[in-house]
């Protein structure tokens, strides 16, 4: 299942009506590389809030299992480091840093399982705990193998442009995860185990970042995969009278583009036609024949 697939994949999706603006091979299961991380960012933020924690006071050790995966180390890493799970968390969705996602994955893994008496594998649980939010929210095509996104051994993850547009409706959702995947740089720091800090500015791989009303999401690239970019366009809100009262509805446009070399251009060049699509939907009153596959749902299960 998990090999690479020919072709390009997108949906262009207006995240508050649900509904689909553009798609094509939306539904075909893929690789989908380190769009991943979208689903463990919504986890860490999700346990976060569920638990009153506070992202960036709180500190995890970066385990040897992490070390294991290889890949790029843009922060350096080393077994024993510690970082706070915010700036852990700067790095696995601005820089894309696999050992960054898996250190996250690790501790609040462990800590849910601590939460229920039971100990083990915390990358395992963390895993867990992003097919139950797959399942909650309607990603019927994806399985995720991993907190990273890589193809590894014995690993088998897919999803679908569909699937990743529903998971970043949902992710956007939430102001803990849009704050992190809307700045440009991050400048963040790691404890030694010696104790000595060191500090790292951390660059966002999405390019289209520092544009006009872009807040996200992620950016993913594997052989396998290819070139990947998840993005979320804001617009003012639509403001309109009911019944003498002024309603305001938000307006967000969530762009998928699955294995295109030049996936910013492409995703770029989904805005203005996407938001004139939109505009003529509203503007004809908003029909829709066939719900199933002229709007995308996405539940709020937590």
């Not at 969530?254 to 503007?283: H, M, T």
């Amino acid at each position: 299942m998990a090999r690479g697939q020919q072709g390009e994949a997108y949906m262009v999706v207006e995240a508050h009506s649900g509904k689909v603006l553009m798609a094509n091979n939306s539904t075909v299961q893929r690789p989908i590389a380190s769009l991943t991380k979208i689903a463990t960012a919504v986890i860490a933020v999700d346990w976060a809030d569920a638990t009153g924690t506070d992202l960036s006071q709180v500190s995890a050790a970066v385990p040897a299992s992490a070390l294991a995966i290889g890949g790029a180390n843009p922060l350096a890493l080393q077994v024993g480091d510690r970082l706070t799970l915010r700036d852990a968390l700067y790095s696995a969705m601005l820089g894309s840093d696999n050992i960054a996602a898996a250190t996250v994955a690790d501790h609040v893994g462990r800590e849910i399982l601590r939460a229920r008496g039971k100990e083990g594998d915390g990358v395992a649980a963390f895993v867990v705990e992003m097919n139950e939010l797959a399942k909650a929210i309607g990603l019927s095509k994806t399985r995720f193998a991993n907190p990273h996104g890589l193809e590894l051994p014995k690993q088998k993850a897919f999803s679908t442009a569909a699937d990743v547009a529903k998971l970043s409706v949902y992710a956007m959702r939430k102001p803990g995860v849009t704050f992190i995947t809307r700045q440009k740089e991050r400048q963040i720091s790691v404890t030694g185990a010696d104790g000595n800090k060191r500090s790292y500015k951390i660059q966002n791989t999405n390019e289209l970042i520092g544009e006009p009303n872009i807040l996200g999401v992620k950016t993913g690239t594997t052989t396998a995969a290819g070139a990947c970019v998840s993005v979320s366009v804001e617009r003012d809100p639509l403001v309109r009278e009911v019944n003498g009262e002024k309603k305001a509805t938000p307006r967000r446009l969530i762009i998928v583009v699955l294995n295109n070399p030049d996936r910013f251009n492409r995703a770029r060049g989904f805005i203005a036609p996407g938001w004139a699509k939109y505009d003529g939907w509203v503007a004809a009153g908003a029909p829709v024949e066939d719900r199933d596959s002229e709007i995308l749902d996405v539940p709020n299960p937590r």
